[in-house]
């Protein structure tokens, strides 16, 4: 089954302990993002990645980190979280964004919730 | 400043009912329109998306939209909804300028349906 995966869908941790939530996508997608939601502002970019090796920033990379080694990869990385990290997490994936005319559909995964207390 | 506009942050209906959930752009050049439903503890489903031709998109689930380049508008629409149309829904736009890099998603309008 294509899907998205990501690991955990729950987390509970405290200020300042590193954590990393996986994702993992079986479809073959070049492009992967990360995005928070968070009630009233609907889904923020954090980070995204074109390919393997390639990521940039989204609109709020503040206190993240990710790397693309595989294809299939992307974890995102909260070195020292804070309180305000708290959030919902979605990874997605697609193929390369824009073919022709056509603009390819992202696939998201099921979410991670984050408590940092 | 360039945003996507949901003015709804929640609307309730009767089963059976028509709904229409608004949403509102802001860019210079028209850009590519998505809405995405996310069903609680689910992640997000695209219903349909508009990128150019005909301003009435079908999608899944039996919902429409209509692209209104005067209005800057792509409002959602179902001529009778479900108990299981209970969700979230979500606007999303990609600038057609600088680079597609990403979805940009208005705040929500949360849909609750009476019996």
């Known amino acids: 089954e294509a899907q998205v995966t990501q690991n955990p869908r729950y987390l509970i941790t405290v200020t300042g302990k590193k954590l990393t939530v996986t994702c993992s996508q079986n479809m073959n997608h070049e492009y992967m993002s990360w995005y928070r939601q968070d009630p009233g502002l609907g889904l923020r970019q954090i980070y995204y990645s074109m390919n393997v090796e390639v990521t940039d920033k989204g609109d709020v990379p503040e206190g993240y980190k990710v790397s693309r080694k595989e294809k299939r990869n992307f974890p995102l990385i909260l070195e020292s979280p804070s309180p305000n990290q708290t959030s919902l997490y979605f990874c997605?994936?697609?193929?390369?964004?824009?073919?022709?005319?056509?603009?390819?559909?992202?696939?998201f995964g099921p979410g991670t919730r984050l408590t940092v207390l | 400043a360039q945003s996507v506009t949901q003015p709804d942050i929640h609307i309730t209906v009767s089963e059976g009912a028509s709904l229409e959930l608004r949403c509102n752009y802001s860019y210079g050049a028209t850009p590519y329109l998505f809405w995405y439903v996310q069903s609680p503890g689910q992640g997000l489903q695209l219903l349909l998306k508009y990128f150019s031709g005909d301003t009435l998109v079908q999608g899944i689930k039996g919902f429409e939209a209509e692209f209104k380049r005067s209005q800057s508008s792509f409002n959602l629409r179902k001529p009778s909804v479900h108990w299981s149309d209970a969700a979230e829904y979500f606007c999303a736009v990609v600038p057609v300028s600088g680079g597609y890099n990403k979805l940009i998603f208005g705040a929500g309008t949360r849909l609750a349906v009476h019996p």
């Open positions: 997605a994936s697609s193929h390369t964004l824009l073919s022709g005319r056509s603009y390819n559909e992202q696939f």
